[in-house]
């Protein structure tokens, strides 16, 4: 994985709420086992017509808008528990995910696949989603080490589990992470 410390972007202000899984990355995408394309067909039926034509209402075909950031409406990533659907908003480009809420298990893919995902309070959402939408051009700057996301609102705290603050801040994975404590779990074992 690639490490995040620092980020400053613009945003892409996805503005519905209860966004599953499954409009996230459809099933019917779901049979490759590889995380490669599958960037190809997030939101895939919003971002396109049944006919394959491209959707120009929907926001992320609209060239204004563009960043590593979405900002989207409450209860992101409900439904099933599919971690193509992290594959999918990690193809895409996207490194960082603003809600107010996140489904738990969408939450943890996230972070596995190198997305942060930041909850934040409810009306400061709203807020930041119609700032991003009067100002494409506005940037947001996510500072992991300090769990800060600073915003044109003001700057804004995040939680985030400290393993995982931990893997992201060094680009691990749980597998990399092991790796890393080679010489303690030799050491360990020789003591014993």
């Not at 992320?60 to 590593?68: D, H, M, P, Q």
């Not at 992290?86 to 969408?106: E, H, K, M, N, T």
């Amino acid at each position: 994985m690639e490490k995040f410390v620092k980020l400053l972007d613009t945003a892409i202000p996805l503005s519905i709420e209860n966004i599953d899984t499954d409009q996230i990355i459809p099933a019917r995408f779901l049979k490759a086992t590889d995380k490669k394309g599958f960037g190809d067909n997030v939101f895939r039926d919003w971002r396109f017509h049944k006919d394959g034509s491209v959707n120009k209402e929907f926001i992320l075909n609209n060239k204004k808008y563009e960043g590593a950031i979405l900002v989207a409406g409450n209860n992101f990533g409900c439904g099933s528990s599919r971690e193509h659907a992290a594959w999918a908003l990690a193809g895409y480009g996207f490194r960082v995910i603003i809600s107010s809420f996140f489904a738990d298990i969408f939450k943890e893919n996230a972070l596995n696949n190198g997305i942060l995902p930041i909850q934040i309070n409810a009306k400061v959402l709203e807020l930041l989603l119609q700032k991003i939408k009067n100002n494409p051009a506005i940037k947001l700057t996510i500072d992991l080490e300090e769990q800060e996301l600073i915003t044109p609102l003001g700057n804004i705290e995040f939680e985030i589990n400290p393993y995982k603050k931990l893997c992201l801040l060094n680009g691990y994975d749980d597998i990399d992470f092991l790796v890393s404590k080679k010489k303690e779990i030799e050491a360990f074992e020789a003591s014993l």
